[in-house]
């Protein structure tokens, strides 16, 4: 596993491996190799990458994981707690904390950061079909859908959520079938009104799962998913780094509410089988 991320702050270090990324330090700014033809730079703060990134297509090799195999998750060990599974069926929603591994969550946000530099997220829109149009003031978040063989990262979050739909069905027999995510972009000051995840004209969303990319978020930065649990008070979770929540896509009005600084998530929806 990757161990060179000391302290609270991202650390540029997991870009040093493998070494075809030859990772290099020169007029102020990080570089790395693409391909023959290509480099990536970026400059490194508090935060991950910002300023002057200039990408090129492809980056996939930047965001290499530092591990030959990257680990497999075991669906027994310490990724889906039965306390989760619990919590999920007896409220609707459930939480749990340090769901990724750190490193992990860190490799995460600093791809969805340098693809959002890149233009890569686009604004979400609201409405369905050919209704659909940009609302900022309902919803603010820039995304962008995850592909598989994106990047070792992406591909990592991919199989641990597999392991969470097989749980997920196991438990409760949901006849999950897909999973689908996107990466998330709050800027500051960007919000999504309070809706529900599933569609009139299509219910196929059953288990809406939200993975936080922030790894040193305070609460008075506001940026809480705010739950509103039919016939409870409301409840909001903080967008703490590799925390997981889960909730019924059908059955809980959500918002999210605006931060003073960016907020970055993966968010992603457990969907049935069409029929
Ligand atoms: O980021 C969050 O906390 C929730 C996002 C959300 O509700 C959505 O994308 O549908
Ligand atoms: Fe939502």
Redesign the pocket.
Known sequence: MVTDFPGSSPSVNFMKAPPGNDLKEYNGAWHVRINDQWRLSFKWGENGPYDDIVVHTPIRKAFQMHTDTPAIPSSTGPWLHQLTLDDLATHGWSRQNHFLPRELTLALAAECRVLAAGGALGF?AVGRGTGQTLRPEI?G?R?LWLEAGQSDACDLYRRIMETLRLALNRAFFLGLDDYES?F?L?APGAS?SR?L?RFRDDDLRIV?A?I?LNPDWLPGQG???RLHPPGEPARD?V?LGSRL?LFMSAEMP???LPATRE?L?L?GWFRRRAP
């Open positions: 979400a919803r978040d995304t996107h998330a709050y999504y809706h995840d809406s939200v936080y940026g809480a998913l979770v967008p929540v959500h918002e999210v907020r998530s968010a």
